[in-house]
């Protein structure tokens, strides 16, 4: 693919310069009014630039031939999550085309340079096959950065292959990038290598609905014996709801108002496998809030600590929410609300952002349902919009 920026006063005159160099058959991958000249800012001269790109390949002239029948491709299970593009069999990544290398290297420095500049760029900008990726990753709000990256990628595999894949394997390279990206983090639930179990974040998120999930599991599955620990004592309600979840379970709780009442129930809770904390929400603008947990909670190395997050919320908010509550040791993200939303690219961004992996993913309020581990491959079906289970 030829490339190539153009200046002109105005776009008929800019198109006139595209036609005469790039025929008939040239793209514009997009356009924009800029200044130029001038004095201390004064007296510029609009112009329109204008990107434009043509695809030489000789594989549009070439004469239709009748495709072979394409085997039966494996499941989902069987190649996509196990099969590494770096080994995708192909004859003609065997080609030692500069030429190919030269376009695709050309192609990158040109997304790259545009995902500086702008806030968002045209779909158009990729092969028609890859539009759906990029117009997904946007309806998910992935950040623009990272959605660069990965198409860089895709147009990388796209034109390795001749410019010839289907929407399945496209798929399967999505899924491959997307899985190299997220399973460099830690994700999965609690370790049990911790007594200590608590989660921590801003009001409405649902800390303690999702708290007690977490608990139910560690006595419904592993039949461990657990008790409940609450500082939220701002909230009567809040107190009543994780007692009925601590009678349901028959499990003792203690309410704690400072931190010699943390350090005795944890002395009371001494022979328990497993005590899981509660706390108050606290408005994440106000740090003061955020600091009085130091003043409750004994932040020990015996404690494993999980910021709560709804996936409704601002993409800015939570990148806020983190960098507030930063102040104690996050070890991992869990995302509520799952089922109040369908863009999920916050996930992404975030993990990307902190470099920390996702404990849980919940969809709804039903105690001790509605809650899934997470797994690399469940973020990934959850980001792409799929069924959860």
Known sequence: MKVKKYVAPTMPEAMKKIRAELGKDAVILNSKV????????????????????????PLDRQPVQKEKPRPIQPSVNETLWTKPISKIEDKSMERNDSNLKNEIDELKILLKDLSTNQHHISTTLYPEQLQKVEMKLMEQEVDLAIRVELMSSLVELWYKNNSKASEREIEGWLRQ????????????????????????????????????????????????????????????????????????????????????????????????????????????????????????????????????????????????????????????????????????GAILNLMLAHKKGVAYVTTGQNVPDDIVEATPEILIQTLLGEEKK
């Open 177 to 344: 990038l997307l899985f190299q990206k997220v399973e460099q983090f830690q994700h999965g639930g609690i370790s049990f290598q911790k007594k200590f179990i608590n989660v921590v974040g801003p009001t409405g998120v649902g800390k303690t609905t999702t708290l007690a999930k977490m608990a139910a599991n560690c006595v419904l599955k592993h039949n461990k014996k657990v008790a409940f620990i609450t500082t939220d004592t701002y909230r009567i309600a809040a107190i009543e709801q994780l007692k009925t979840y601590a009678k349901i379970l028959d499990v003792p709780i203690e309410v704690c108002y400072n931190l010699d009442d943390f350090v005795k129930a944890k002395e009371n809770f001494s022979s328990f496998d497993l005590v899981f904390i509660d706390t108050a929400g606290r408005n994440f603008r106000n740090k003061q809030y955020v600091e009085d947990l130091n003043e409750v909670i004994n932040f020990s190395d015996e404690m494993e600590t999980f910021l709560v997050l709804s996936l409704t919320a601002k993409i800015k908010d939570m990148n806020e929410i983190y960098k507030q509550f930063s102040i104690v040791d996050i070890h991992r993200f869990i995302f509520t609300k799952a089922d109040e939303t369908s863009q999920y």
């Open 34 to 57: 800029i200044h130029t000249g001038g004095i201390f800012g004064f007296f510029t001269k609009k112009n329109i630039e204008v990107i434009a790109a043509l695809d030489p390949s």
